[in-house]
Structure formats: C-alpha cells, structure tokens
C-alpha cells in the first residue's frame, strides 16, 4: 500500500509564495509518476501538475502555468510544488497522487492520493 502525506499549506496573502510537499511511503516512489490536484468548495477536483518518475516530463494547468513549478526529489521520496504570484482563486484543498510510472505522465489516472492540505490566498 501506498501513503501519501502533504503538508505546506496554509493561509497566505495575494502575491505571496508556498511550497507544497507531499512524502511518499510504502512503494518504490520512483515508480510513480506524481501528480498534484486541487478541489474548491463547491467545485470539482481539478488537475494542476504532473511530473514523470524521473523528473523530465512535466505538465501543468493553463490556470497555474508560469507560477506553479512541480518537482521530485526521489532520494526523499518527496514530490514538490511551488506556487508563486499566489491568487484568491488559488485557495483549494491540495492534493497529491501517484500513477503508475508505466504510463505516460496523465491528468486523469492515478491510483493513490493523499488527505490534502488547505491553501487559503487572501485578496
């Protein structure tokens, strides 16, 4: 079983910077391709980034591109996201998952995801 826990969150004013982290356990982590997600009150979950096992494919969100910056550091079985230029619109519950390294790096199909950590951006 895979365990995936993220921390980092919090409540920050528009225009300011978090990092995410979320440490995976259980698994060989660089048999996962890892994604992050997002889900506001009242919305659906949505996709923000996602990079390969091994760190050289990433894709992102329209709505967070050029601000986001996910990363992976697999000696610490840790994958990271960094939101910069932060905006109310941002605020969500944040989430990781991992997919199965045998696919191709995916906005839709992951098999383990973690309990979130709250975001809140301030106008």
């Known amino acids: 079983q895979v365990q995936l826990v993220e921390s980092g969150g919090g409540l920050v004013q528009a225009g300011d910077s978090l990092r995410l982290s979320c440490v995976v356990s259980?698994?060989?982590?660089?048999?996962?391709?890892m994604g992050w997600f997002r889900q506001a009150p009242g919305k659906e979950r949505e996709f923000v980034a996602t990079?390969?096992?091994?760190?050289?494919?990433?894709d992102y969100a329209d709505s967070v591109k050029g601000r986001f910056t996910i990363s992976r550091d697999n000696a610490k079985n840790t994958v990271y996201l960094q939101m910069n230029s932060l905006k109310p619109e941002d605020t969500a519950l944040y989430y990781c998952?991992?997919?199965?390294?045998?696919?191709?790096?995916?906005?839709?199909?992951?098999?383990?995801w973690g309990q979130g950590t709250q975001v809140t951006v301030s106008s």
């Open positions: 998952a991992a997919s199965d390294s045998r696919r191709l790096i995916t906005r839709t199909q992951y098999d383990y």
């Open positions: 259980g698994r060989t982590f660089s048999r996962y391709n």
């Open positions: 990079i390969s096992w091994a760190g050289g494919w990433t």
